[in-house]
């Protein structure tokens, strides 16, 4: 299995609070990136990076942020949450990226719940 | 605007048939399509993958078909096993970003 960690696994919390998700990886990887998944909708992207402060927007960005201090760390936030972003989150590594499509491995994921 | 469509929904198999699971996809500037199989409570796991320059890959049971210019792709899962029974994704890939399809929950019945 990748060395891709998730925290937490599972979170409740209320509607309007700030919520944090963790991914940490020990492969060295440049890329990362997160994803939600809904039923019907499959893996969606929200955002990825290529590099040390380096993201990007994916096609289900809005509500959402990252950052990336560390090649290892991908943090991905939702500064006021809502109902319709309750969902399993899954971040993905991959050693290449733009340019030259490379394998994603995927972490074992966070089920948020928001009430 | 789904840029890849995944059919079935779910699929029933006897052990010892073949699984097939059919994915288009529209944007001809995609170049990797991988699928990965998803166990409950667990991360997605590539399976295989194909890039357009070929119009089949296989690894063990699992075969990848590619018709590029239906924009059609294809996985066939030979001898289906009780435990190949999770919920598979196609997707497809440009400039490091993947689209996924919608997901095929498959059973295969002993």
């Known amino acids: 299995d990748a060395g891709i960690t998730q925290s937490p696994r599972h979170k409740v919390t209320e509607t309007g609070t700030p919520v944090t998700l963790r991914c940490h990886q020990t492969?060295?990887?440049?890329?990362m990136y997160w994803y939600r998944q809904d039923p019907g909708h499959g893996l969606r992207l929200i955002h990825y990076s290529y590099g040390v402060k380096d993201t990007d927007k994916g096609e289900v960005s809005d509500g959402y942020s990252v950052s990336r201090s560390k090649t290892e760390d991908f943090l991905l936030t939702l500064e006021s949450a809502t109902s319709s972003q309750t969902s399993v989150y899954f971040c993905?590594?991959?050693?290449?990226?733009?340019?030259?499509?490379?394998?994603?491995?995927f972490g074992d994921g966070t089920r948020l719940s928001i009430l | 605007q789904q840029q890849v469509k995944q059919s079935p929904q779910s699929l029933i198999v006897q052990k010892g048939g073949i699984s097939i699971i059919n994915c288009a996809y529209e944007n001809t500037a995609f170049d990797y399509f991988p699928w990965y199989q998803q166990f409950p409570g667990k991360g997605p796991a590539l399976l295989i993958a194909i890039r357009p320059d070929v119009s089949e890959k296989k690894e063990g049971r699992f075969t990848i078909s590619f018709n590029k210019s239906a924009k059609q792709f294809s996985l066939h899962i030979m001898d289906s096993q009780p435990g190949d029974s999770a919920t598979y994704f196609c997707a497809a890939g440009e400039g490091g970003k993947l689209i996924f399809g919608q997901g095929t929950e498959l059973s295969v019945k002993p």
């Open positions: 492969e060295n990887h440049r890329y």
């Open positions: 993905a590594i991959s050693e290449r990226g733009k340019g030259s499509n490379q394998p994603q491995h």
